[in-house]
């Protein structure tokens, strides 16, 4: 687990990196996702997977790729009223290529804005569509006369290329995986979702220098397409996945929030809902929907794999959402370092969470003998009597049915208090 001081410098670092990450033009497809898991890759190395275009993917297919160079919109003057280079949200992402002049009631055509928030720019998309468009503040947009003209540019390609994602596999002592995953589709959002991709890195990066039982994969691919290419080619080794999490919206500062994966009850799902009670009174368990993020893929009815979603304020839910207003003011390195440590203890209790049998099951062994107990006064520390709990508990449940997380759960005591009993108990002998 990390310590507080650890935890608040892990946040700068997550901070620092999710600001290098900010203004690359990321998208579903192009040179701006290739270009985040190079940086990515600096932290944590990666593999990274190229799908061509027009494989199919389930139900779908990996589309065209869009690379954009500029765009812009001038009036005949040559003033630009809204430009590429100052913000990458001000071009709906795979607009087509254009390069035209017309008026202003037709460009009003192809405009998105927020009137209810008129100086920020909202972020849209046209993955499917035959289409282009610009979005713009509510102000730029009062500036477009019906019967003026203006020139427009969108400088970009979309032509047979690839879907590109990342993994990281950092080998344990098993095969079996814990997958922690993160998508890198989004532009200039910060909170969703540079926080996610940064948290992820920066784990990555802090548990390559760990000795690990399970293997960990760290899964950064574009939404719900990247998660479906990753699984299509991955079909045979599914059973090894022990549990998942999909981190994202991760840097504001609201509560901790899990959601539980389609099963409901799995173990990630237990180990997520115990960690956060543990962390924060505030923090929030919500059941399962089939909306939201990629977990929705991960826990199809066809795979059904026991992976559930962690998030602070999820998508949809902060006023800045899919807007400009998701800026790097929005989340803070104290916010993403209480996330990361979240997810290390989380990590941290799915390794160390075992299943023991008691090796003197007959009555309770004397644990004064193995320097294990002692006589407790009144002025006993707590930490210390949370400990002497905790060893009657672990010996207690130690009947080879329930595991460490079970144990934790039913004496309401920390799950680090009850592994650390369970290693003194092994070390003294008493366990298996």
């Not at 900010?22 to 040179?31: A, E, H, I, V, W």
């Not at 996330?339 to 290390?344: K, R, Y």
């Given at each position: 687990m990390i310590a507080q001081r650890d935890a608040e410098a892990a946040g700068a670092d997550v901070y620092d990196f999710a600001r290098a990450l900010?203004?690359?033009?990321?998208?579903?497809?192009?040179?701006g996702v290739r270009e985040t898991l190079r940086l990515v890759d600096e932290l944590v190395p990666l593999e990274v997977t190229e799908v061509p275009t027009g494989t199919p993917i389930y139900d779908w297919t990996a589309p065209a790729e869009w690379n954009i160079s500029g765009a812009w919109i001038s009036d005949v003057g040559g003033r630009r009223i809204a430009d590429y280079a100052d913000s990458n949200l001000h071009v709906v992402g795979y607009s087509k290529p254009i390069r035209t002049r017309l008026r202003g009631g037709e460009l009003l055509e192809h405009l998105h804005s927020l009137p209810e928030d008129p100086d920020s720019?909202?972020?849209?998309?046209?993955?499917?569509?035959?289409?282009?468009?610009?979005?713009?503040?509510?102000?730029?947009?009062?500036?477009?006369?019906?019967?003026?003209?203006?020139?427009?540019?969108?400088?970009?390609?979309?032509?047979?290329?690839?879907?590109?994602?990342?993994?990281?596999?950092?080998?344990?002592?098993?095969?079996?995986?814990?997958?922690?995953?993160?998508?890198?589709?989004?532009?200039?959002?910060?909170?969703?979702?540079?926080?996610?991709?940064?948290?992820l890195a920066v784990l990555g990066r802090d548990l390559a220098g760990r000795r690990l039982r399970r293997t960990h994969r760290l899964l950064f691919s574009p939404g719900t397409l990247g998660p479906l290419a990753w699984l299509s080619r991955n079909r045979e080794h599914l059973e090894r996945i022990h549990a998942g999490v999909v981190v994202a919206c991760v840097g504001d500062d609201g509560p901790l929030r899990y959601k539980r994966s389609r099963a409901g009850d799995t173990v990630v799902d237990q180990a997520a809902a115990h960690v956060l009670r543990q962390r924060s009174p505030a923090a929030i368990v919500d059941d399962f929907l089939p909306w939201g993020g990629d977990e929705r893929q991960f826990c199809s009815p066809g795979f059904d794999l026991p992976v559930g979603a962690l998030t602070r304020t999820p998508h949809g839910l902060f006023p800045e959402y899919h807007s400009s207003a998701d800026?790097?003011?929005?989340?803070?390195?104290?916010?993403?370092?209480?996330?990361?440590?979240?997810?290390?203890?989380?990590?941290?209790?799915?390794?160390?969470?075992?299943?023991?049998?008691?090796?003197?099951?007959?009555?309770?062994?004397?644990?004064?003998?193995?320097?294990?107990?002692?006589?407790?006064?009144?002025?006993?520390?707590?930490?210390?009597?949370?400990?002497?709990?905790?060893?009657?508990?672990?010996?207690?449940?130690?009947?080879?049915?329930?595991?460490?997380?079970?144990?934790?759960?039913?004496?309401?005591?920390?799950?680090?208090?009850?592994?650390?009993?369970?290693?003194?108990?092994?070390?003294?002998?008493?366990?298996?």
């Open positions: 900010f203004p690359l033009p990321r998208s579903l497809t192009g040179n720019i909202p972020y849209r998309t046209a993955y499917w569509a035959d289409t282009w468009g610009f979005c713009v503040t509510d102000r730029q947009r009062a500036e477009i006369v019906p019967d003026a003209e203006y020139d427009v540019v969108i400088d970009a390609t979309l032509e047979d290329g690839s879907l590109t994602y990342g993994e990281a596999v950092l080998e344990g002592e098993s095969d079996e995986e814990i997958l922690l995953s993160t998508y890198i589709c989004h532009p200039s959002l910060a909170n969703d979702n540079v926080s996610g991709i940064a948290l800026n790097l003011d929005l989340i803070t390195p104290e916010s993403l370092g209480d996330s990361l440590a979240t997810v290390h203890e989380l990590v941290d209790l799915l390794e160390r969470n075992r299943t023991y049998i008691s090796r003197a099951p007959y009555g309770e062994p004397q644990l004064g003998r193995r320097g294990l107990y002692r006589e407790v006064s009144a002025g006993a520390p707590r930490a210390h009597e949370a400990f002497q709990r905790a060893l009657l508990w672990v010996l207690n449940q130690a009947d080879g049915s329930r595991s460490l997380l079970d144990t934790a759960e039913r004496s309401a005591l920390p799950f680090s208090i009850v592994a650390a009993a369970a290693d003194a108990l092994v070390e003294a002998g008493l366990l298996e």
